[in-house]
């Protein structure tokens, strides 16, 4: 199944009217720990996006949350790497 609930990794609550959810993600095989690397990126882990203003229009009893959510866009993962030799 497709898409972000409060099952999956992002742990996303939205759809239902509650702001809660992972909005960053960090990966890591053994072997890049050994190497001091990671993969990570800012947003959710599936790419969707959050749009507060139109959480706050279906969920308008959310009204106090405003000075606290703001708009998560889809970022690409990066690379993270230790620059030791």
């Not at 099952?7 to 720990?33: P, Y």
């Not at 009893?61 to 970022?75: C, E, S, T």
Request: overall charge positive; charged content about 25%.
């Amino acid at each position: 199944k497709e898409g972000a609930s409060d099952a999956t990794l992002c742990g996303r609550m939205d759809s239902f009217g509650i702001a809660h959810g992972a909005v960053n993600t960090k990966v890591a095989t053994a072997e890049q720990v050994g190497r001091m690397s990671f993969w990570a990126k800012q947003g959710f882990s599936d790419n969707s996006t959050f749009d507060a203003a139109a959480f706050f229009e279906r969920y308008p009893w959310n009204a106090w949350l405003k000075p606290f959510l703001r708009d998560i866009p889809a970022r690409p993962y990066v690379r993270i790497e230790s620059n030791r030799d």
